[in-house]
């Protein structure tokens, strides 16, 4: 299979993205290769494609233990056998994944870097098929990079214990010209092929806002927001709780994350907000990586973050589905003293000795003082970020508070209402509810059955067969064959329905749970009584009213059970 046929297959894309193609087929040559994406570009899937290819593991080593559950769940979806190691799970069950690895059971195995330290990950290691080797967040390496992490320093030590050296890809959405000559040195790339796409997201609209009441401006910018998703960063656990309390009061579904909680506390925050079923996050940096979120329609900032990195980084959480989002950074002169406090007072790296620990002090300090540059500059917001990362940019981009001065905020719509028609948003509706039903049953996030944008696309063209589905992006052979019985049922519903006009919310909430109720999955014991009943030769409609099944659906149960016997 080609990669082509690869990405067509286990993630339902028709077309690379700018950029990965190249990566790909250096990484698949055994060479290695040096991605700088912004976020949302597709970093994952130039090393996920050549796992999928190669002739053994691939092991990706990345900081965000909170974000590979939902990564590996994602792949094992899509038909990709993956597994993470890390501390979530117990000594027996790390054991397990690292016997049936032995075996050949996955095709991608995440680990923290922290993990390479061990003896037995590296005897593990020693005697497994390692194929390719996928740094993610690979700026941690770097005391230059806002997200330093001594550990990453051993990856390259590492590397060199294994009987033969595997290709080595490193991926990183944010890395000043600095940095990437850090991530080549430190990781000792070997004359890495380096792609560098642009870091312009053109979808984000930036602004900063100096208000005398930071509270009450917050509140300005909340107001028609209740139904949209957004992430609200705040420099201290203070200001994060005072921040959900009063979002609280005023009626909006808000939850809170900072180190100060518990981590069942942290974890149920994480959940509410991955699921939808809270639409605003309070949080300070400790929610910075680990956060795949599609849907997120803006990203304010509370308190000026410490570094340039840091804040397009955390800004980039927003839009990543391609629709309009708002980035706002409320600034005020105690940011300033506020994050010197805190750049000073650090000292929570003991891996480092104290002549590093002040030279790296220092470094924060210059790039604090540009993050300073960015809150009082007059000029283009956008073109003075991606000078930043070495990208130069002439023009002014007409979409930050910038280049349009006192104009008013644009008011960002959420994706449905952005230009769908109203039948198509109604059946965007319903299909978004069927897909958030199939997440709570699965105990994941709803954007890892499908994203928005997918789900906008088979409103806009309703495919009735499983051909026409397929070809919907987004829609991998797995991701078909596990759901598309249940979404064709509902979109042939629709299609009927919206000939007579739109739907109202609470109508399209009825059909997408009836669908859901009347196409879930079936159980062995309705399996059983299937083949008992239609054995005494029940007519179809019979055995649907005894099993309180469509008839759709038992028709088809029956045609796959005929099959099998052929």
Same mark, same amino acid.
């Given at each position: 299979?080609?990669?082509?046929?690869?990405?067509?297959?286990?993630?339902?894309?028709?077309?690379?993205?700018?950029?990965?193609?190249?990566?790909?087929?250096?990484?698949?040559?055994?060479?290695?290769?040096?991605?700088?994406?912004?976020?949302?570009?597709?970093?994952?899937?130039?090393?996920?494609?050549?796992?999928?290819?190669?002739? *053994?593991?691939?092991?990706?080593?990345?900081?965000?233990?909170?974000?590979?559950?939902?990564?590996? %769940?994602?792949?094992?979806?899509?038909?990709?056998?993956?597994?993470?190691?890390?501390?979530?799970?117990?000594?027996?069950?790390?054991?397990?994944?690292?016997?049936?690895?032995?075996?050949?059971?996955?095709?991608?195995?995440?680990?923290?870097?922290?993990?390479?330290?061990?003896?037995?990950?590296?005897?593990?290691?020693?005697?497994?098929?390692?194929?390719?080797?996928?740094?993610?967040?690979?700026?941690?390496?770097?005391?230059?990079?806002?997200? %330093?992490?001594?550990?990453?320093?051993?990856?390259?030590?590492?590397?060199?214990?294994?009987?033969?050296?595997?290709?080595?890809?490193?991926?990183?959405?944010?890395?000043?010209?600095?940095?990437?000559?850090?991530?080549?040195?430190?990781?000792?790339?070997?004359?890495?092929?380096?792609?560098?796409?642009?870091?312009?997201?053109?979808?984000?609209? %930036?602004? !900063?806002?100096?208000?005398?009441?930071?509270?009450?401006?917050?509140?300005?910018?909340?107001? *028609?927001?209740?139904?949209?998703?957004?992430?609200?960063?705040?420099?201290?656990?203070?200001?994060?709780?005072?921040?959900?309390?009063?979002?609280?009061?005023?009626?909006?579904?808000?939850?809170?994350?900072?180190?100060?909680?518990?981590?069942?506390?942290?974890?149920?925050?994480?959940?509410?907000?991955? %699921?939808?079923?809270?639409?605003?996050?309070?949080?300070?940096?400790?929610?910075?990586?680990?956060?795949?979120?599609?849907? !997120?329609?803006?990203?304010?900032?509370?308190?000026?973050?410490?570094?340039?990195?840091?804040?397009?980084?955390?800004?980039?959480?927003?839009?990543?589905?391609?629709?309009?989002?708002?980035?706002?950074?409320?600034?005020?002169?105690?940011?300033?003293?506020?994050?010197?406090?805190?750049?000073?007072?650090?000292?929570?790296?003991?891996?480092?000795?104290?002549?590093?620990?002040?030279?790296?002090?220092?470094?924060?300090?210059?790039?604090?003082?540009?993050?300073?540059?960015?809150?009082?500059?007059?000029?283009?917001?956008?073109?003075?970020?991606?000078?930043?990362?070495?990208?130069?940019?002439?023009?002014?981009?007409?979409?930050?508070?910038?280049?349009?001065?006192?104009?008013?905020?644009?008011?960002?719509?959420?994706?449905?209402?952005?230009?769908?028609?109203?039948?198509?948003?109604?059946?965007?509706?319903?299909?978004?509810?069927?897909?958030?039903?199939?997440?709570?049953?699965?105990?994941?996030?709803?954007?890892?059955?499908?994203?928005?944008?997918?789900?906008?696309?088979?409103?806009?063209?309703?495919?009735?067969?499983?051909?026409?589905?397929?070809?919907?992006?987004?829609?991998?052979?797995?991701?078909?064959?596990?759901? *598309?019985?249940?979404?064709?049922?509902?979109?042939?519903?629709?299609?009927?329905?919206?000939?007579?006009?739109?739907?109202?919310?609470?109508?399209?909430?009825?059909?997408?749970?009836?669908?859901?109720?009347?196409?879930?999955?079936?159980?062995?014991?309705?399996?059983?009584?299937?083949?008992?009943?239609?054995?005494?030769?029940?007519?179809?409609?019979?055995?649907?009213?005894?099993?309180?099944?469509?008839?759709?659906?038992?028709?088809?149960?029956?045609?796959?059970?005929?099959?099998?016997?052929?």
């Amino acid at each position: 299979m080609d990669k082509s046929a690869v990405l067509h297959r286990y993630f339902g894309h028709s077309a690379f993205r700018i950029g990965q193609e190249a990566l790909i087929d250096t990484l698949l040559r055994g060479k290695d290769a040096l991605g700088i994406m912004p976020t949302g570009a597709g970093k994952s899937p130039c090393y996920q494609v050549p796992a999928a290819m190669v002739d *053994g593991i691939t092991l990706v080593i990345s900081p965000l233990i909170s974000l590979m559950k939902d990564q590996v %769940f994602s792949l094992n979806q899509s038909g990709l056998k993956a597994a993470y190691i890390n501390s979530t799970l117990s000594p027996g069950q790390q054991r397990e994944a690292l016997r049936r690895a032995s075996l050949g059971a996955y095709r991608l195995i995440y680990i923290t870097p922290e993990r390479l330290r061990l003896d037995s990950f590296i005897r593990f290691a020693k005697n497994a098929k390692i194929a390719l080797i996928a740094v993610d967040e690979a700026h941690c390496v770097s005391q230059w990079g806002q997200d %330093f992490r001594p550990a990453y320093l051993d990856i390259a030590d590492f590397i060199d214990t294994l009987p033969k050296r595997p290709p080595v890809g490193a991926f990183t959405a944010t890395a000043t010209k600095q940095v990437q000559k850090d991530i080549v040195r430190l990781l000792r790339l070997n004359k890495p092929f380096l792609s560098t796409q642009s870091f312009d997201r053109p979808n984000l609209y %930036f602004e !900063v806002r100096r208000p005398k009441s930071k509270a009450d401006e917050l509140l300005r910018l909340m107001r *028609g927001k209740e139904e949209q998703c957004g992430i609200i960063y705040c420099s201290t656990r203070k200001n994060v709780d005072k921040v959900c309390d009063t979002l609280r009061r005023t009626g909006i579904s808000t939850v809170r994350y900072h180190a100060g909680l518990s981590e069942d506390e942290r974890k149920l925050a994480q959940e509410d907000f991955q %699921f939808d079923k809270a639409k605003v996050m309070v949080a300070t940096n400790a929610f910075g990586m680990g956060i795949d979120k599609s849907n !997120v329609s803006y990203v304010y900032h509370y308190n000026m973050p410490k570094d340039i990195e840091s804040y397009y980084q955390e800004a980039g959480r927003a839009g990543r589905d391609g629709s309009p989002a708002e980035c706002v950074l409320l600034f005020g002169k105690q940011d300033i003293l506020l994050n010197k406090y805190l750049i000073d007072r650090s000292s929570d790296m003991p891996d480092i000795d104290e002549k590093e620990k002040e030279a790296l002090k220092q470094k924060q300090h210059l790039r604090l003082q540009k993050m300073i540059d960015y809150c009082q500059i007059s000029g283009c917001l956008r073109r003075y970020i991606l000078g930043y990362f070495g990208e130069i940019s002439k023009k002014r981009c007409d979409s930050c508070s910038g280049c349009n001065g006192l104009k008013p905020l644009l008011k960002v719509r959420s994706p449905e209402q952005e230009t769908l028609p109203n039948d198509i948003e109604s059946a965007f509706t319903a299909l978004r509810l069927l897909r958030n039903r199939l997440a709570l049953e699965h105990k994941v996030p709803a954007y890892l059955i499908f994203t928005d944008s997918s789900l906008r696309e088979m409103a806009t063209n309703l495919p009735l067969t499983m051909e026409s589905f397929f070809n919907i992006s987004g829609v991998g052979e797995k991701k078909a064959q596990s759901y *598309g019985e249940v979404f064709l049922n509902l979109i042939a519903s629709l299609k009927s329905v919206l000939r007579y006009g739109p739907i109202s919310k609470q109508d399209a909430s009825l059909l997408a749970n009836q669908i859901y109720e009347n196409t879930k999955p079936w159980s062995d014991t309705e399996l059983l009584r299937l083949r008992l009943l239609a054995s005494q030769r029940m007519s179809a409609h019979t055995i649907a009213a005894e099993l309180k099944r469509s008839l759709w659906q038992v028709e088809r149960a029956l045609e796959r059970i005929r099959e099998k016997k052929q």
